[in-house]
DNA sequence: CTTGACCCTGACGCACGGGTCAGGGGTTAG
DNA sequence: CTAACCCCTGACCCGTGCGTCAGGGTCAAG
């Protein structure tokens, strides 16, 4: 399969699975007598799984400091019960985004009740920063 | 006074003052003789209702939308009540404002909905998206 | 006169996840 | 053989509000 069957394949663009690649997310995979990329199921699944992650909130960052986990998760089977604590591994990553997203969410609730405060008031004084 | 004197004076920095300028949020200040910039009170005002509005969620594009108002916010008296409507003429902004940080705070609690669920069913399947 | 603090313009950096050329080569059906 | 489509690498673009050099003039005090 070449690249743009495969990002077909997992949903995403063919840029998107060299980006992957690049950033260290993605193996470098098999190429073509000519140079071209070759893909199998099994790294379609990983950018599935990539996705996921992703999709979840996770940045790329945040997947490469766990890369060697995510064969883990794109294997169908989720026969988490081998030897490695399976998809908890992320836990550590998902937290700390947990916490950033609650910090951001609060941040912009704050901002809305003061902007809308504004606006009722006239808009004269905000309190100010330092 | 001076761009740093200025700058101090309404709580920010040089760069800030020039980067207004820059977007046409302060007008081009007059010039001393060897080309530095002059401000007097009325121009710290001015960047003090910037700020103002600056720290309560609105972005640069939304004052420079505006721009022609900023000035009945400078002025300390807050007559609003000569001819035009005041402050209030920051609606359509704030209102656009206030939807997009709506938007936001739903997207990233969604988003924190799906990491926590993901993190407690240990990550199989994330419905997905197109 | 010299020093140190301030000012000038112009231009790149940042965080994020790719999008979008540009210029050149591979591949395959008709 | 050729059109039409795919792939390659390298490099710039987006949005936001400035921060931070770089290289060079200006100003006030000692």
Redesign the interface.
């Known amino acids: 399969m070449r690249i743009g069957d495969a990002a077909a394949a997992a ?1 995403t663009t063919p840029r998107a699975l060299r980006f992957y690649e690049e950033r260290g997310l993605l193996p470098p995979p098999a190429r073509s007598a000519s140079g071209q990329r070759e893909y199998g199921p099994a790294e379609v699944a990983r950018v599935r799984a990539i996705r ?2 992703l ?4 940045t790329v960052d945040d997947l490469v400091s766990r890369v060697h986990r995510l064969d883990l ?1 794109s294997e169908d089977p ?1 026969r ?1 019960c081998t030897d490695a604590p ?3 591994t ?2 550590p990553v ?2 700390a ?2 916490t950033a ?2 910090t ?2 609060a941040r ?2 704050a ?2 009740e ?3 405060r ?2 009722a008031t ?5 309190p ?3």
């Not at 006239?122 to 905000?126: E, L, R, S, T």
């Open positions: 949903g996921q992650l999709a979840v909130g996770l998760l989720p988490r399976g998809p908890e992320f836990a998902i937290e985004r947990l997203l609650d951001e969410i912009l609730t901002l809305r003061r902007l809308a504004h606006a006239g808009g004269a004084n905000v100010g920063e330092v």
